[in-house]
T-cell receptor
Framework: EPEVTQTPSHQVTQMGQEVILRCVPI?????FYWYRQILGQKVEFLVS????????KSEIFDDQFSVERPDGSNFTLKIRSTKLEDSAMYFC????????????FGSGTRLTVV | SQQGEEDPQALSIQEGENATMNCSYK?????LQWYRQNSGRGLVHLIL?????REKHSGRLRVTLDTSKKSSSLLITASRAADTASYFC????????????FGSGTQLTVLP
């Protein structure tokens, strides 16, 4: 069964550093998403991406964050100048269509900012 | 309560029993989805029910949707120890928004 692949599985970074989280969505999916889950809290929407542009973003997704689909297969989330409160599990997801199908999530990247 | 709130927060049952989890939401939806998450792992899509559907089955899963009450339930029949996980409902709002909103989840423990 097709999978969404995320790398790395765990990243530790110093406060103020930049990190790039990588995702390979399912190849025939058209919609891509990033979500995060702070330990013990809800899964929160960050951003959705369609047709090579951001289609929607949450209040969390401020200028510190950016997304890119550099080569037609990878989908990346960049976090600039990381803060302690950015520590969370970051999930990438993709879907064939917006409303007809559920999302396929990756296993996540656990980001720890120290 | 916030969009997509599950009830109960935690549920502990014996293997073989049925587990029922409920979800309430506030705004009009396009669809409602249920996901499962094993500890420290990713979210696995279980089932999607559209706003014009009332009931849906998939294997041992049965989902109901009552749009007049803005609520849904997930029933897992004949539970197994392997069903132990957190279960989340997530709503996709009606209209053009693409933001799938998750609830806080129900932690299900199935005792062998």
């Amino acid at each position: 069964e097709p999978e969404v692949t995320q790398t790395p599985s765990h990243q530790v970074t110093q406060m103020g550093q930049e990190v790039i989280l990588r995702c390979v969505p399912i190849s025939n999916h058209l919609y891509f998403y990033w979500y995060r889950q702070i330990l013990g809290q809800k899964v929160e929407f960050l951003v959705s991406f369609y047709n090579n542009e951001i289609s929607e973003k949450s209040e969390i997704f401020d200028d510190q964050f950016s997304v890119e689909r550099p080569d037609g297969s990878n989908f990346t989330l960049k976090i600039r100048s990381t803060k302690l409160e950015d520590s969370a599990m970051y999930f990438c997801a993709s879907s064939e269509a917006r409303t007809t199908y559920g999302y396929t999530f990756g296993s996540g990247t656990r980001l720890t900012v120290v | 309560s916030q969009q997509g709130e599950e009830d109960p927060q935690a549920l502990s049952i014996q293997e073989g029993e049925n587990a029922t989890m409920n979800c309430s939401y506030k705004t009009s939806i396009n669809n409602l989805q249920w996901y499962r998450q094993n500890s420290g792992r990713g979210l696995v899509h279980l089932i999607l029910i559209r706003s014009n559907e009332r009931e849906k089955h998939s294997g041992r899963l049965r989902v109901t949707l009552d749009t007049s009450k803005k609520s849904s339930s997930l029933l897992i029949t004949a539970s197994r120890a392997a069903d132990t996980a957190s279960y989340f409902c997530a709503t996709l709002p009606a209209g053009s928004a693409r933001q799938l909103t998750f609830g806080s989840g129900t932690q299900l423990t199935v005792l062998p």
